[in-house]
């Protein structure tokens, strides 16, 4: 329970700098509404319709708007953090989070073909929602009072994070193996080829950043033309591994978890310029910090020496629970009490 408590704060604090960097003057006023219309290239005729629409309105309100955005993501990001109101602020953040999914980040861009996971797709908007049900506690049972502190059983103590959320260890890896997989899919649809799809995500990326990351995005974009069959069959491999944690057992899942925790760093790194944080007009920290966050709620804690000895509940003993245990442990319990009398 308490690793879960520490990823809901997680959580809640990536709000908090999504909404503190929607405050960034790139990001306020008609510039911002120019950015959510950039979001309409490449899409049908009923996602540009819809894009624009949106863009509109905060042309025509552009600080109203701007600042709205950013005190609404901070308020849920503080309410997150709060115990007391953590619960219904992640039930608040499912339709903000699905709404800027849909108006905002125009479903992720699936409908153009260009998005990848290891540039943020299906988009961080989404992930926002899929991290929020994953890491909503349970709710109590009927009758009984919300505790601060709930008792966690000892058979408890190695359970992965997910297991205490609202969804469940099982549904939630088969989400990690679905958003993995997808991802897959998403990269073997090609975009008139493979190699033109990744270099044009690599330029793209590119733009606004600092000389040397826009340099290193420039470097992948001329190799992903040159190799784009060979760039693409191995990160469908590396996403078809990690999205086999969703079935694997044991130390198995753990290996794989943490093989996808690894390719999130990299994807932060590489795929998305961390965030695109040093282009001064990044909305989000990105779609990898979520998706790490889930594959963390996944991962079981490890048992140390110390966790797997017996726990005493109160008001026992070794010595009580050997009596009631087996009629040998309690004959050599009672002629120890008697030579100690």
């Known amino acids: 329970m308490r690793r879960l408590s520490r990823l809901q704060v997680a959580l809640g604090l990536a709000w908090i700098v999504d909404g503190l960097l929607q405050l960034q003057p790139a ?28 863009a509109s309105v905060f042309a025509a309100h552009p600080l109203a708007g701007s600042l709205g955005v950013a005190l609404v993501q901070i308020a849920l990001g503080v309410a997150i953090v709060v115990p007391r109101t953590r619960r219904s602020a992640l039930l608040l953040s499912v339709p ?19 998005a990848m996971l290891p540039t943020g797709g299906p988009g961080p908007a989404l992930l926002y929602v899929l991290a929020a049900v994953i890491v909503l506690p349970r709710s109590p049972a009927p009758g009984r009072a919300a505790q601060e ?10 359970r992965a994070p997910a297991h205490f959320g609202a969804l469940g260890e099982r549904t939630t890896a088969l989400l990690w193996g679905l958003l993995w997989c997808g991802g897959a899919v998403l990269q073997a649809i090609p975009v008139e080829t493979l190699g033109f799809k990744l270099s044009a995500n690599f330029q793209m990326a590119s733009l606004g950043e600092p000389g040397l990351l826009a340099a290193a995005d420039r470097g992948l974009a001329r190799f ?3 190799h784009g069959p060979g760039v693409t069959a191995a990160l469908i491999a590396t996403e078809l591994a990690v999205g086999a944690a969703a079935i694997a057992n044991g130390p198995g899942r753990a290996k ?13 790194v590489i795929g998305e310029d961390l965030g695109g944080l040093f282009t001064g007009s990044a909305v989000d920290v990105g779609a990898m910090p979520l998706y790490a966050l889930i594959g963390l709620a996944l991962l079981p804690a490890r048992r140390s020496q110390r966790s797997a000895q017996p726990v005493w509940g109160r008001g026992t003993s070794p010595r009580r629970t050997c ?19």
């Open 27 to 54: 990001n306020r006023g008609a510039s911002f509404a120019g950015t959510i219309a950039d979001g309409a290239m490449g899409q049908p005729a009923w996602a540009q319709s819809m894009v624009l629409r949106v």
């Open 96 to 114: 903000w989070a699905l709404g800027v999914w849909v108006l905002g980040e125009a479903l992720g861009n699936l409908a153009t073909g260009f």
């Open 149 to 158: 502190h709930p008792v966690v059983r000892s058979d408890d103590a190695g």
């Open 224 to 226: 992903s033309a040159t």
């Open 256 to 268: 794989l978890l943490e093989l996808g925790l690894l390719a999130c760093l990299v994807f932060w």
């Open 323 to 341: 009596l009631s245990a087996s009629p040998a442990c309690a004959s050599s319990t009672v002629r120890s009490a008697w030579k100690d009398v």
